[in-house]
């Protein structure tokens, strides 16, 4: 191999050694956005969390999208400040909601500037008795709460940024009766968008679910083995269940 040979291969490894170490580099970034948003909201700083979003984002959970930076902070302060914790952007004495984020895969797309996530959170919550409200959802209650990220990211100026977030809560459970107790739709999921709804979405999505239904989250990636698509078989006992129910 002549010399201009071996330096042309170095380059290359140099190269490639650059690009992966900027991959490495913005999963760990990533990593960090995603937690953060955990402990923000752990701790009900809403008007925080909103702000980790991109201009253009969106938030989609429990049956509904909020779109853009006016929906994300309509669900966010409007909705979950309000009825949680009286407007205050902060924790308050008798409010537990615990947002533990778990098992991240991260694949930062070859552009560079997206990037695509599965996770998991698997909640505590509660309102202590000392400290009730008047409204129904500011009674006492404990409940466990466990649900699937499948999350979009956008890098703007240099900063990584939530673009969707899409949370798919998977099951509730009381903690004095536990998941093999709980009735269904355990938090009822929106029924009209805004403007309707002054806290709605900007839209609903169809086909929501929740425990004991059971289905698979899709996934972002493929088996990383066999390269297909990876998806479950729907047991015919729970389609023939579902198509009795109408």
């Not at 959170?121 to 404990?142: C, I, T, V």
């Not at 009735?183 to 004991?212: M, N």
Request: proline share 6%; with cysteine.
């Amino acid at each position: 191999m002549s010399d201009s040979d071996r330096i042309a291969a170095l380059e290359a490894q140099v190269a490639e050694l650059g690009r992966r170490l900027t991959v490495r580099e913005d999963e760990l970034d990533i990593r960090k956005l995603q937690h953060l948003y955990g402990y923000l909201i752990d701790k009900c700083l809403y008007n925080e969390t909103a702000d980790l979003f991109t201009d253009d984002g969106e938030v989609r959970f429990f049956g509904g999208i909020w779109k853009g930076k006016e929906g994300v902070r309509r669900l966010y302060v409007e909705r979950f400040q309000k009825r949680f914790t009286y407007g205050n952007n902060g924790p308050i004495d008798g409010f537990l909601l615990e947002h533990p984020q778990l098992q991240d895969i991260i694949t930062v797309q070859p552009d560079g500037v997206t990037a695509l996530a599965r996770a998991r959170s698997m909640m505590q919550a509660g309102r202590h008795k000392d400290y009730e409200g008047d409204q129904p959802w500011l009674k006492s209650r404990q409940w466990w709460e466990g649900g699937i990220y499948e999350n979009t990211y956008k890098k703007v100026d240099g900063t990584w940024r939530i673009h969707i977030l899409n949370y798919m809560p998977i099951w509730h459970a009381d903690f004095e009766t536990g998941w093999a107790n709980t009735r269904p739709e355990y938090v009822p999921f929106p029924k009209e968008t805004h403007p309707t709804d002054p806290t709605g979405p900007d839209e609903l999505i169809e086909g929501h679910w929740l425990w004991p239904t059971h289905k698979l989250t899709p996934f972002h990636f493929p088996h990383p083995v066999t390269g297909e698509e990876i998806v479950a078989q729907r047991w015919e006992g729970d389609e023939a269940r579902e198509k009795a129910k109408g």
